[in-house]
Every structure is written in C-alpha cells, then in structure tokens.
Antibody, heavy 118, light 108 residues
Framework: EVQLVQSGAEVKKPGESLKISCKGS????????IGWVRQMPGKGLEWMGI????????RYSPSFQGQVTISADKSITTAYLQWSSLKPSDTAIYYC???????????WGQGTLVTVSS | DIQMTQSPSTLSASVGDRVTITCRAS??????LAWYQQKPGRAPKLLIYKGSVLESGVPSRFSGSGSGTEFTLSISSLQPDDFATYYCQHYSSNSPHTFGQGTKLEIK
C-alpha cells in the first residue's frame, strides 16, 4: 500500500527556519515525482514544486521559487520542504503528493499544518 | 505558464440535480487534466484524470470531458456525500501543475 506520512504540526515565530518531511512507503520511492501543495486557511490549492528523488531534479512554481527549498533523501525515502526565514503568510497546510508516472496525483499525505505567529 | 480558470466559484444545488463545473486553460494542452474533491479537514481525493478517466472506486455519476482549453466535470445526480469543494489541475510537462481556484458545491 502506497503511503505518504508527513511530519507533525509546527508552530513557529517569524524569521525562524523550518523543515517538514514526507516519508514514502509501499513503492519504489526514487522513481516517482513527489510534489508539495500549499493550502492557506480557507483558500484553494497551490502547486509549489516537485522533485524526482532519484536524481533530485526539481521544478519550482515561479510563485515559490526562492521562497522555499524542496529536497529528498532517497536512502530514507523522505522528501522535504524547508524555509530559511518564515513569514506569517507561510501559515498554511502543506501536502506532499506523489505524481503517477508523469500523470495526476493519486496519493496525498495527510498534510502538515504550519503556523507562523509572533 | 498555463493558468487555469475554474467556474463557478460557488454552486448551490439539490440532491438529485445534475451539475457541471468548468475549467478553462490559458493555453491548449493534451487532456493532462485531473479533477479532485476535497472535504473540510481532509486531503484532496482524485476523481478523474486524463480529462475523462474515472479513478477506481469513484462513483459513475462523476464524469469528465473536454480537450484543448475547456474541460468539464459533471455529476449526474447529486448525492449528499458530493457536497464538497472541487478543483481542476493540469499536469502537462514543462509548466507548473496549476490548480483552478476551486468550486464549492453547496446544498440549496
């Protein structure tokens, strides 16, 4: 069974750094693109970017380029999303998703709530 | 980059109604379009991919159609469980996999 299990909720202050994780299991992790999707409170879904764990090829949405860093460690089947300096506007739920062979997103993580507040 | 415009943003309907949601793309692409359903507090769920292919386990009252720049999601006879928010997403290569803004389907 394919599973994407994300790290737990975080509460941070503006300016702090953060790295959240998404552990994949039940499939050959290096060979499926893993993406990240943001959902701000009461708002829609925003595609942030995607990584191919085997060679760490990364594609960012222009809206998120330079704002976050996507990475992966295929040895521990885990993908990451990190910020170097959080802002209150980063408050959102972040989902990791697995892309199906250049296709749609069938498998979603449970989401990680990130709250940034002073 | 391809932009997706979804309409309407809100749709009020009754159980048993047929409803249609539309997604328009700023550029034409080859049916690399998916539809998702999201309920409050839950991750989105895949309903349809490649524009018209029904995901396994999804009721047949859901259907997708379209090509080029205009795609639609239809629900033939609304059930109580269908009241949720729906999103389209394109996933063609060489462009960000943008979502539409979402359509909230409400009970009339």
């Amino acid at each position: 069974e394919v599973q994407l299990v994300q790290s737990g909720a975080e509460v941070k202050k503006p300016g702090e750094s953060l790295k959240i994780s998404c552990k994949g299991s039940g499939y050959n992790f290096p060979y499926y693109w893993i993406g990240w999707v943001r959902q701000m409170p009461g708002k829609g879904l925003e595609w942030m970017g995607i990584i191919y764990p085997d060679d760490s090829d990364i594609r960012y949405s222009p809206s998120f380029q330079g704002q976050v860093t996507i990475s992966a460690d295929k040895s521990i089947t885990t993908a990451y999303l990190q910020w170097s300096s959080l802002k209150p506007s980063d408050t959102a739920i972040y989902y990791c998703v697995r892309q199906e062979g250049g296709n749609c997103y069938r498998h979603w993580g449970q989401g990680t709530l990130v709250t940034v507040s002073s | 980059d391809i932009q997706m415009t979804q309409s309407p943003s809100t749709l009020s309907a009754s159980v048993g109604d047929r409803v249609t949601i539309t997604c328009r793309a700023s550029q034409s692409f080859n049916s690399w379009l998916a539809w998702y359903q999201q309920k409050p507090g839950r991750a989105p769920k895949l309903l349809i991919y490649k524009g018209s292919v029904l995901e396994s386990g999804v009721p047949s009252r859901f259907s997708g159609s379209g090509s080029g720049t205009e795609f639609t999601l239809s629900i033939s006879s609304l059930q109580p469980d269908d009241f949720a928010t729906y999103y389209c997403q394109h996933y063609s290569s060489n462009s960000p996999h943008t979502f539409g803004q979402g359509t909230k389907l409400e009970i009339k």
